[in-house]
């Protein structure tokens, strides 16, 4: 939940979900458009504080515990720009990662931005650093709390590890190295899911302002 906070930018051709912290005061890692030529449909669920985007090809995107003016203003000015005359499947109807120093709409699996050059952090360098020391990967990422909790669970599944081992029996043995590789194991994977959400810059000197990027990106 700390992390999956988005602000939503409607222009008059697409969605700009940008993500924020926690507070939401400032933009974090991932960036991503959505054109409305690839909305079939929008909801607002049972409560009618959430935006629910159907696409007309792929997953639902659902963004909750919106303010109730607000879920219905939106829906109601995405319900208008709702186009159905452009094709699935078309580059114009994707669902995109933005590079989040220059905003440019990016394919998966890119290690720079192709227009600025940017650097982005990579998922495998983020698992790797998770399996060696769970919570460093996230770090890495900048999912500092995070990572800082799995750290202590690190710890904890250390503790447990020595205590077995101290035992002197070899099923203690081999249960203490299942726990470590078991978390390890998890923690790296969940890492590496966490990094292909969306692009993250590796070189933080290279960002732009956030309102100069999102002024180059609306305009």
Request: glycine letters at 6%.
């Amino acid at each position: 939940m700390l992390y999956n906070r988005y602000a939503l930018i409607a222009t008059n051709q697409r969605l700009l979900m940008i993500n924020t912290n926690h507070r939401m005061t400032k933009t974090a890692h991932y960036v991503y458009q959505m054109p409305y030529s690839n909305i079939k449909k929008v909801e607002r669920g049972l409560l009618r504080r959430n935006i629910v985007l159907v696409p007309k090809k792929g997953k639902r995107k659902i963004f909750t515990s919106m303010k109730t003016y607000l879920s219905a203003e939106m829906s109601k000015f995405i319900r208008n720009h709702i186009d159905p005359a452009t094709p699935v499947g078309t580059p114009e109807s994707k669902l995109t990662d933005l590079c989040p120093a220059c905003f440019a709409a990016l394919e998966k699996n890119l290690s720079h931005c192709t227009t600025c050059a940017a650097e982005f952090k990579t998922p495998k360098k983020a698992m790797l650093k998770s399996l060696v020391l769970p919570g460093w990967g996230d770090i890495y990422l900048g999912h500092r709390l995070l990572g800082f909790i799995e750290l202590l669970g690190s710890l904890f599944v250390w503790l447990i590890f020595f205590g077995l081992l101290m035992s002197g029996l070899a099923e203690d043995l081999i249960i203490g190295l299942f726990l470590l590789v078991f978390y390890n194991g998890a923690d790296s994977m969940l890492t590496y899911f966490m990094a292909r959400k969306g692009y993250i810059i590796e070189k933080k000197q290279s960002i732009l302002p956030a309102t100069e990027r999102l002024a180059q990106s609306i305009t």
